[in-house]
């Protein structure tokens, strides 16, 4: 089982269909992409790369992130996609921990040299250029056997030890996700397509994969991101367009909208369906969504473990606004997906009655293989067949699932997960900083925002700019405190555990 052969089967059908879009240039057909992805494939083995090497995607959004994806299994390769929002310093040991032999970057995220890779490539480049010739014969070249179990991406995430964890995703795993997609998200077809605003080393790019199986087109916006304007254009001209978002990407989609005049006439126009997920989506927000641009919406959660496999809550259920609990189900995340039982379990992982809460815990084909390099993490959380996913939650009598909390302190701002740790850990090192606690507090456009707790030390007085430069000299910027608060102690129980819980009840002391 090889996710290649998804392009392949497209590219021997039908090799003139448009497959990738830069904007709304075309960059390639299916059998131009197929014939760069072998060409790519063949350079990498000819210079030495083995089944199973790891290959990093550390780069902003781009046609050719799809092409080196594919020529990476082609080969046999693992890739490992990195969230272009990392600081290189952090992306280092994401290469050391994965043992990455090959880099491909742009730019503006890379502008240096990694350490620990044996070549880096800027995509834009003539070397890429070079790399990514056609094959002359690319069905000469043939794709890299693989079992199911064999991991295909290797995506890090974080843990509360504030040092990131690789989930292995196997050609299993990812064909679970892909065929998932179809039944209970959205149908696809091959006039379809799939636009990447969100990055797409995170859940935007694995939905690459369902729609590669329908042979739909896929379109990176000219700037990489997130416009609204743009994403309404580039809908108009190349028909309706399916996406993920987070949930602050889906306000700024409807704050366009409503500040446009655009009703769900218009977004019909524009885009198909809206998939959303990775953060708190408030009722109210998704009630003006679905008002100002019409049923194009449809939630998923999941995690990296479990990639965009748990539950869904259908565009069907967002509508039934006659069904007498309609409010308690817009605020759920759904049912379990087709592939995966989800339970609500005690700290024994014994199952909990309706209505109670406990952790969300989830078993199928979608969940990983495990840990890259860290059985310890991987017993802890693979339990007996179950993910054990550190949510907290609670189902009803139908089956619908409600997060309430995170066992483990996990901020997700604008859909990017921050973990307090790790940001702990940096300004424990600023000076004049004696302790510091950190915790994510509400926020109406990026659902949390990071709060720091500070500790000066004894006639210190830290100011704001100063903690600032110290978090960007040493970690991304979305995930240095948007807050600072002095305090003169954190408070702590008998055995010297910080009670975040108590400084969550002191958001509303005055900041730096």
């Known amino acids: 089982m090889n996710l290649v052969h998804l392009l392949l089967r497209h590219a021997r059908l039908s090799p003139h269909r448009p497959a990738l879009f830069h904007g709304s240039a075309p960059f390639a057909t299916y059998g131009e992409w197929a014939a760069r992805s072998a060409g790519l494939a063949q350079r990498m083995r000819a210079a030495g790369l083995q089944p199973g090497d790891r290959v990093l995607l550390f780069l902003r959004n781009h046609p050719r992130y799809l092409e080196v994806l594919c020529a990476a299994w082609w080969a046999g390769l693992v890739v490992v996609p990195v969230n272009a929002k990392l600081h290189p310093k952090e992306t280092e040991w994401i290469v050391d921990n994965a043992q990455a032999r090959w880099g491909f970057v742009t730019t503006d995220v890379a502008p240096e040299a990694l350490v620990g890779l044996e070549r880096q490539i800027d995509i834009e480049s003539p070397e890429a250029d070079a790399l990514l010739a056609p094959a002359t014969d690319p069905w000469s070249v043939a794709p890299c056997e693989r079992a199911p179990d064999d991991v295909a991406w290797l995506f890090y995430t974080s843990g509360t030890t504030g040092r990131p964890k690789g989930v292995m995703l196997t050609h299993r795993n990812l064909m679970a996700m892909g065929l998932t997609y179809f039944v209970d998200v959205d149908p696809v077809a091959a006039q379809d397509a799939i636009v990447y605003a969100a990055p797409m080393s995170h859940g935007a790019g694995l939905y690459a994969i369902p729609h590669l199986m329908a042979g739909a087109r896929h ?37 366009h909208a409503a500040q446009a005049g655009l009703g769900p006439e218009q977004s019909a126009r524009a885009f198909k369906t809206i998939v959303y997920g990775g953060a708190p989506m408030y009722v109210a927000d998704i009630q003006r969504a679905l008002q100002v641009m019409g049923l194009r919406f449809v939630q998923i959660y999941g995690q990296g473990e479990t990639p965009m496999v748990a539950t869904a809550l259908s565009r069907q259920q967002l509508a039934d606004t006659a069904h007498p609990r309609h409010l308690e189900r817009i605020s759920s995340v759904g049912v379990a997906q087709t592939p995966v039982q989800v339970r609500v379990t005690d700290g024994q992982g014994h199952g909990l009655p309706v209505g109670t809460v406990g952790e969300i815990v989830v078993r199928g084909d979608s969940v990983m293989r495990g840990y890259w390099r860290n059985p310890e993490a991987t017993e802890a959380t693979l339990r007996d067949g179950w993910l054990f996913t550190g949510d907290m939650g609670s189902l009803d009598e139908d089956g619908f699932l409600t997060l309430k909390d995170r066992s483990k302190d996990l901020i997700i701002s604008g859909g990017s997960n921050i973990y307090p740790r790790e940001v702990e850990e940096v300004l424990l090192t600023a000076p004049g900083v004696a302790e510091v606690a950190v915790v994510g507090a509400p926020d109406p456009e990026w659902g949390e925002v990071v709060v720091a707790f500070v500790v000066p030390q004894p006639g210190a007085h830290p100011s704001r700019e100063a903690l600032d430069q110290h978090c960007l000299a040493q970690m991304a910027r979305f995930k240095r405190p948007k807050r600072y608060l002095l305090v003169d102690a954190l408070p702590k129980n008998n055995y010297g555990k910080v009670l975040k819980t108590a400084l969550r009840e002191r958001l509303d002391t005055p900041a730096l």
Do not use: H, Y
């Open 219 to 255: 379109v990176v916006p000219a700037s990489g991101g997130v416009e609204p304007a743009e994403l309404f254009e580039l809908g108009w001209r190349l028909g309706p367009l399916s996406t993920f978002a987070a949930p602050t990407i889906v306000k700024r989609l409807v704050d």
